[in-house]
DNA sequence: ATGGTAGTTTCACTA
């Protein structure tokens, strides 16, 4: 099972991007974020018309919004309201008796400081509180997977600048403390530095700000796959398609791809 | 230290 998690920014914009993605890597599973699209607005024919014929979503206006796209049925869908509120960042279903949990944590804001500013409070309550679900998820005997957009480089190779970026929302060690107490809770393996070694630079987003993107590379690793301790061993592949952040009218993430065996 | 771009509910908000 081919899985990939991708922060799309708009859907609807994106859907050639979509297309591009199936016809290229062939994901049987796709986990998105910010779908940006109200659930009445979904668009499920397009989706459909490249063979995700089972799909899973949670949108509202403008913001937010996660869906789950399969080849294969789902069987069951759920969410949480993380921090009691309705703003679409997760969407959980359960395909081949796998369950895939697509996961938008809160950006954070500018400002690293949760006495002044509301959006860092709440993404480290998000990630408080990620740990605390996490871990009851773990230890009923079935293969779980959490990907999604966790908007926290952990690693000093997950930013081009661990020195500059010790300050700016993603990198904090606050928050990083955080992802990992998160990532302990489950003992969740990240399943593409499986493959991909820490020492190795690897990012996943890129600032539509920068005047060359690629030139100047000060790239970020905010995308993620985490995999139960019991699917470990069925992991055969993981990949970030860095090239897609060079397609037309691009998201400012790029799809990230694991391989499972069946 | 600042400003840069993109998407959506636009002259404002989020990322």
Redesign the pocket.
């Given at each position: 099972m081919r899985i990939a998690t991708w922060n799309i920014?708009?859907l609807?914009?994106r859907l050639p991007l979509l297309e591009r993605l199936a016809a290229e890597a062939a994901p049987d599973v796709l986990c998105l974020q910010e779908t940006?699209v109200v659930d009445d607005s979904f668009p499920r024919a397009a989706v459909a018309g490249l063979g995700y014929e089972h799909m899973a979503f949670r949108g509202?206006?403008?913001?937010n919004g996660v869906a789950i796209l399969s080849r294969r049925p789902i069987e069951i869908v759920e969410d949480r309201k993380f921090c009691g509120r309705e703003d679409c960042r997760h969407v959980a279903a359960r395909i081949d008796g796998l369950d895939l949990h697509c996961l938008y944590v809160?950006?954070?804001?500018d400002e690293p400081d949760p006495a002044v500013n509301d959006?860092f409070a709440h993404k480290l309550d998000f990630l408080d509180e990620m740990a605390s679900w996490s871990r009851s998820l773990n230890g009923g005997g079935r293969p779980v997977v959490l990907a999604g957009d966790f908007n926290v480089a952990p690693l000093e190779t997950d930013v081009w600048s661990h020195r500059q970026l010790l300050n700016v929302v993603s990198h904090t060690p606050v928050e990083v403390e955080r992802l990992d107490g998160a990532q302990a809770a489950g003992a969740w393996v990240d399943a593409v530095r499986r493959f991909i070694p820490p020492e190795v630079r690897l990012y996943s987003w890129w600032?539509?700000?920068a005047r060359d993107w690629a030139a100047s590379d000060r790239g970020r690793r905010l995308d993620h796959v985490w995999v139960s301790p019991d699917l470990a061993g069925r992991l055969r592949g993981a990949s970030v398609l860095r090239e897609a952040r060079g397609w037309e009218?691009p998201s400012d993430h790029v799809p990230v791809i694991v391989d499972l065996a069946a």
């Amino acid at each position: 099972m081919r899985i990939a998690t991708w922060n799309i920014n708009s859907l609807r914009l994106r859907l050639p991007l979509l297309e591009r993605l199936a016809a290229e890597a062939a994901p049987d599973v796709l986990c998105l974020q910010e779908t940006k699209v109200v659930d009445d607005s979904f668009p499920r024919a397009a989706v459909a018309g490249l063979g995700y014929e089972h799909m899973a979503f949670r949108g509202m206006k403008s913001y937010n919004g996660v869906a789950i796209l399969s080849r294969r049925p789902i069987e069951i869908v759920e969410d949480r309201k993380f921090c009691g509120r309705e703003d679409c960042r997760h969407v959980a279903a359960r395909i081949d008796g796998l369950d895939l949990h697509c996961l938008y944590v809160p950006a954070g804001g500018d400002e690293p400081d949760p006495a002044v500013n509301d959006k860092f409070a709440h993404k480290l309550d998000f990630l408080d509180e990620m740990a605390s679900w996490s871990r009851s998820l773990n230890g009923g005997g079935r293969p779980v997977v959490l990907a999604g957009d966790f908007n926290v480089a952990p690693l000093e190779t997950d930013v081009w600048s661990h020195r500059q970026l010790l300050n700016v929302v993603s990198h904090t060690p606050v928050e990083v403390e955080r992802l990992d107490g998160a990532q302990a809770a489950g003992a969740w393996v990240d399943a593409v530095r499986r493959f991909i070694p820490p020492e190795v630079r690897l990012y996943s987003w890129w600032s539509y700000r920068a005047r060359d993107w690629a030139a100047s590379d000060r790239g970020r690793r905010l995308d993620h796959v985490w995999v139960s301790p019991d699917l470990a061993g069925r992991l055969r592949g993981a990949s970030v398609l860095r090239e897609a952040r060079g397609w037309e009218k691009p998201s400012d993430h790029v799809p990230v791809i694991v391989d499972l065996a069946a």
